[in-house]
């Protein structure tokens, strides 16, 4: 399967339903970030935009990417009292940078990072300012019961960021259920600071 069609999979999986998910923001997402003072956000795989529009009105100016043509209209369309502090953005982050240092928050809820993607993790990771935080939710794969080794999860990531402050690096029970079809009860949470200055 070709990256475009795996696109248009994303595409067709929302165009499928009025509505694929909660329309609520990610609630590890709203623990982690609740006291952070507004900034750059860059919000990957953002879906139908909920943690960018509830980021915004918290007073961030949010970089939403995601693949899918129609997820981003319905976030554009949810968020239309902060339009001015998002910026809808289709793109597949596997192979497009965004600008290095340049978010204050970088949040990945549940985002399938493939490994074969090479270099793709590095410059996720590089989008991260100084001081600049990554916040990153996964399922446990312990709970689902699936194999993830295809994907980077929060523990390998975790090996890349040496010189950073890891704050959290935990199982996590959710406090809301998943989304229609799904099952997972626990996720993996990964929240870590980056050094101030370059440690090259």
């Given at each position: 399967?070709?990256d475009q069609?795996?696109?248009?999979?994303?595409?067709?999986?929302?165009?499928?339903?009025?509505?694929?998910?909660s329309g609520e923001p990610?609630?590890?997402?709203?623990?982690?970030?609740a006291?952070?003072a507004?900034?750059?956000a860059?919000?990957?795989?953002?879906?139908?935009?909920?943690?960018a529009?509830?980021l915004?009105?918290?007073?961030?100016?949010?970089?939403?990417?995601?693949?899918?043509?129609?997820?981003?209209?319905?976030?554009?369309?949810?968020?239309?009292?902060?339009?001015?502090?998002?910026?809808?953005?289709?793109?597949?982050l596997?192979?497009?940078?965004?600008?290095?240092?340049?978010f204050?928050?970088?949040?990945?809820?549940?985002?399938?990072?493939?490994?074969?993607?090479?270099?793709?993790?590095d410059?996720?990771?590089?989008?991260?300012?100084p001081?600049?935080?990554?916040?990153?939710?996964?399922h446990?794969?312990?709970?689902?019961?699936?194999?993830?080794?295809?994907?980077?999860?929060?523990g390998?990531?975790?090996?890349?960021?040496?010189g950073?402050?890891?704050?959290?690096?935990?199982?996590?029970?959710?406090?809301?259920?998943?989304?229609?079809?799904t099952?997972?009860?626990?996720?993996?949470?990964?929240?870590?600071?980056?050094?101030?200055?370059?440690?090259?």
């Amino acid at each position: 399967m070709t990256d475009q069609d795996q696109d248009q999979d994303w595409d067709g999986m929302y165009r499928s339903r009025e509505q694929v998910f909660s329309g609520e923001p990610n609630a590890v997402l709203v623990a982690e970030a609740a006291g952070m003072a507004p900034g750059q956000a860059l919000d990957v795989g953002c879906g139908e935009g909920a943690d960018a529009v509830w980021l915004a009105r918290q007073g961030w100016h949010v970089t939403a990417v995601d693949v899918s043509e129609t997820a981003l209209r319905r976030g554009a369309e949810s968020g239309r009292d902060v339009a001015e502090r998002v910026a809808w953005t289709r793109a597949d982050l596997s192979c497009t940078a965004m600008p290095a240092g340049a978010f204050e928050l970088v949040s990945v809820q549940y985002f399938p990072l493939r490994k074969r993607d090479d270099g793709a993790l590095d410059r996720l990771v590089a989008t991260v300012a100084p001081g600049g935080t990554l916040l990153v939710t996964g399922h446990d794969p312990e709970d689902e019961g699936v194999d993830y080794s295809d994907y980077y999860r929060p523990g390998e990531i975790v090996q890349r960021l040496a010189g950073w402050t890891v704050e959290v690096h935990e199982v996590r029970e959710r406090t809301r259920p998943g989304p229609e079809g799904t099952h997972h009860t626990r996720d993996v949470v990964l929240k870590a600071i980056a050094p101030r200055q370059s440690t090259e």
